[in-house]
């Protein structure tokens, strides 16, 4: 059957933006839910520009991605200095495996979904869709974009991710209209005043904890294999390191423990996952998310759903975001309260 939408729309591209690559990726759609992946609350770098066509930054590209008809579409684009000794054919190939490694689809979700059908009626009864992967994302983004997201929105996270991109990363082109910038080096953000910059930009709070984080990684830590070597630590090691740096709670910590450093049985725990826990598994209702409650659910979630429980969790929070309504308008303002004590109570432990 021919698509109404044709793939990858014609583009207008600045003078200093180049197309380094096109192709395709063959993928079932019970492996890709391209839309809920990428606009599921793990990255926040993606724009659905048109129906189902999807255009964010990794890295030092900018790429434009459709699925139709079982193929994953992509368009790269970079800016015209760049240096590459690649053929046509080995840029695709490039690209692909970049692809490839971004959305881990070496991980067979359809053999996970069946496992998960076996421990919990919510997939066998398909109330939780198929498709939505964990992204593999830079690890030092991913702890901005998360420290970022302390009592926050997604689209207020993504507005903020994008000012401190054009603000400190190097510009990569024009695409449509739209500049794209990368995301800052951490010698980039190593700026004196990136505090008091980033409050007078709205960051709130949360321009301290930036602030802190990047001094902490470039004069403490100091050492460039610092995320590989948390890569290969056990998971309590490298949970324990991170929350060494100001601002990284528990959630902060295990969301980059899943989406970057490869933990995949981790389970974040956030109101939407409390609210999941609490009423569709039983799980004791608290006015508050401590750090007791936390274990709790993030424990009894890890045994529900393995293997791979963090990808189960990625289904489900998906799932429960993009979900039309929360119920009742008292119970959207019953998770927010619940939200602001846990931001606050994190960060209590985090400065205690």
Known sequence: ??????????????????????????????????????LGGQSFRWCEQSPNE???????????????NEELHFKFYVHKDTNSLLNECDREKES????HKYFQLS???EDLFEQWCKSDERFRNKQIPTGIRVLDQDPLENLICFICSSNNNVQRITKMIKTLSEIYGKEIGTLNGTTYYQFPTID???????????????????ARYIHKAVQYLKHTINDPSYFNRLKSSSVQDARNELLKIMGV?????????????????VVPVDTHIHSIAVTYYGQRKNSQ???????NISSFFQQLWQPYAGWAQAAAFS????????????VKRSKMTNHCKFIKYETEIKES
């Open 1 to 38: 059957m021919s698509s109404l939408i044709p793939c990858l729309s014609i583009s207008v591209l600045s003078d200093s933006l180049i197309q380094y690559s096109s192709g395709t990726i063959p993928v079932s759609a019970t492996e890709l839910n391209l839309k809920q992946t990428l």
């Open 54 to 68: 999807f255009v964010g930054v990794l890295h030092s590209y900018i790429v434009r991605l459709q699925y139709e």
């Open 96 to 99: 692909a495996s970049t692809l």
């Open 107 to 109: 991980v067979k979700l």
């Open 188 to 206: 980039e953000l190593d700026q004196p005043e990136l505090e008091k910059d980033l409050r007078k930009l709205n960051f709130g709070y949360r």
């Open 249 to 265: 709670g528990r959630k902060v910590a295990d969301c980059v423990l899943l989406m970057s450093l490869g933990k995949q049985d």
């Open 289 to 295: 998310l401590s750090m007791s409650n936390y274990n």
């Open 319 to 330: 799932n429960e975001l993009r979900s039309p309504t929360s119920q009742t308008t008292s």
